[in-house]
């Protein structure tokens, strides 16, 4: 087990450590040691399966193997091209390679999510989030516009600017960007894992509105911006505040989260009454 765990630190300590010098410096990219955390933390808490040897495999380690060779190929891809979405996301399948050749198909199972949730650290190439960042931001610009617009505030837009009585606000990426909607879907997988619902259909309609629920709780960071903007300033509303935002964005986006999930339990409990009431 020594030796393995050498080797992974040999393929991806240097990975981290271009990682820490360059993306995760990024504002839009603050969420990549956090997964990372997640992850370390998930695992430690399963710590004991890896260390029963009850869960070592004896034999069939093929599939393992070539997942393992996968993954390797696409990490020298994605070192030697310097190519972070292969060199980050290189570490799953051998990651997942790795627990197939040692240990019996039910620990990889075990260890799904962990493996999964690495997926929200990769680094996106910029390209493709341009496509979708643009029309976010736009779109998050007008509902903001709008219901400031009903509550008489002297308020106008132009795409992504927004015009508050003698302020000027750019909607910049890291307020309703890809990265955003990144972030805030893996808070809600990961509430997802933690209370672990039984029904997968509730997963599921709770995990695709999450989508609208980031949308929304990016939409309320904008107007409360704007409106700190308004009433104290520009400096004020760029300072501190707007750091702060970034927490409130999470608070917003996981009250959200689980005031859904207690309406959808909620529905859930009554159709179960009604359900007990016809059969009785």
């Not at 650290?121 to 931001?137: A, E, F, H």
């Not at 516009?145 to 308020?155: A, G, K, Q, R, S």
Request: aromatic share 12%.
């Amino acid at each position: 087990m020594i030796p393995l765990l050498v080797g992974l630190l040999f393929l991806f300590v240097p990975t981290y450590l271009n990682l820490t010098n360059t993306v995760w410096q990024m504002q839009d990219q603050a969420h990549g040691p956090l997964i990372l955390m997640v992850v370390l933390y998930l695992v430690w808490v399963d710590k004991e399966i890896l260390l029963d040897t009850a869960n070592l495999r004896q034999s069939g380690r093929g599939v393992g193997l070539l997942l393992f060779l996968f993954g390797l190929l696409v990490y020298i891809i994605g070192r030697s091209q310097d190519l972070l979405v292969f060199d980050v996301g290189s570490q799953i399948p051998v990651l997942a390679g790795l627990l197939l050749i040692f240990y019996k198909a039910k620990t990889l199972k075990r260890f799904w999510f962990p493996l999964f949730f690495l997926f929200f650290m990769i680094p996106l190439p910029g390209s493709m989030l341009d496509v979708v960042t643009l029309p976010m931001k736009v779109a998050v610009s007008y509902v903001a516009e709008h219901v400031l617009y009903w509550f008489d505030y002297p308020i106008a837009r132009s795409g992504v600017i927004i015009q508050i009585g003698q302020y000027q606000l750019l909607v910049a990426d890291a307020c309703a960007g890809m990265h955003t909607l990144i972030s805030l879907e893996a808070l809600g997988l990961l509430y997802l894992n933690i209370v672990r619902h039984d029904s997968l259909a509730r997963n599921l309609l709770l995990a695709l509105l999450i989508i609208p629920i980031s949308f929304s709780a990016n939409v309320i960071r904008v107007i409360v911006l704007t409106l700190i903007t308004y009433y104290f300033g520009d400096e004020v509303g760029q300072g501190f505040v707007h750091g702060f935002a970034g927490i409130l964005l999470f608070v917003v986006a996981l009250t959200l989260i689980i005031s859904v999930d207690s309406l959808i339990q909620y529905f859930v409990g009554k159709h179960t009454q009604r359900k007990a009431r016809l059969q009785s």
